[in-house]
């Protein structure tokens, strides 16, 4: 089983809503990720996680908050976002990192958010 | 600052062409190069290559790594109209506790007709 699932499939929210993006692996991985993808553009980084903590911040605006409560589910926490900010939020995950660190990441459907 | 640069960005063959897929990259700490194929939802895993002059095959896919010229190559022998996609080329160079985020290319969107 390959599986990464997010919730919800689509989301639209204003620029004062808080709202929040939900992903989960049942596949023991430890390693997982957020990209955020624009229409016609490949994915970018925003987030990565390992072991439950926080490893990389690809200087993402704080209006974006990521959350891993445990090493199947990894939040993404939204406040105050802007028109610009509408794009298809992709979720990943990986198995373990190291010893040789090379792993494959299994990408979700993903979130299409529009922010109105 | 990571680059990874795809050619052509577009592509249209006849089904049964043979197509090559290019994918140049400048990263300061290289890791692995993977390929995906993005249809119109996520991407999905093709190929993982670490070492440089080991092809890669699934089927009628198949992908090579150089390393001293800092590129590879996807081919699709006999292509299909299901091979219409976009193809991802992306480089896992920046490691956090040893997990790596990727850097994608543009991509190149491949058209195959019937």
């Known amino acids: 089983d390959t599986e990464v699932t997010q919730t919800p499939k689509h989301l639209v929210m204003g620029m004062t809503n808080k709202k929040s993006l939900k992903c989960e692996q049942h596949m023991g991985h430890r390693a997982m990720y957020w990209y955020k993808q624009k229409a016609k553009k490949p994915p970018e980084l925003m987030f990565v996680y390992s072991y439950e903590k926080l490893s990389i911040n690809e200087s993402v605006p704080s209006r974006f908050s990521p959350e891993c409560p445990n090493s199947s589910l990894l939040n993404l926490h939204l406040h105050a976002l802007q028109p610009e900010d509408s794009a298809l939020y992709l979720c990943a995950s990986s198995p373990s990192p190291a010893p040789r660190g090379y792993y494959e990441q299994y990408f979700g459907p993903g979130t299409r958010l529009t922010v109105t | 600052e990571d680059k990874v640069v795809q050619s052509p960005l577009s592509l249209v063959v006849h089904e049964g062409d043979t197509v090559t897929l290019n994918c140049s990259y400048e990263v300061t700490n290289f890791r692995s190069l993977l390929w995906y194929k993005q249809e119109k939802k996520a991407p999905t895993f093709l190929f993982m290559l670490?070492?440089?002059?080991i092809e890669k095959k699934s089927g009628r896919l198949s992908s090579i790594l150089d390393k001293k010229e800092l590129f590879s190559i996807l081919n699709i022998t006999a292509t299909q109209t299901g091979d219409s996609a976009i193809y991802l080329c992306a480089v896992g160079g920046k490691s956090g506790g040893g997990a790596d985020g990727l850097t994608f290319g543009k991509g190149t969107h491949l058209i195959i007709q019937p």
């Open positions: 670490t070492s440089s002059g």
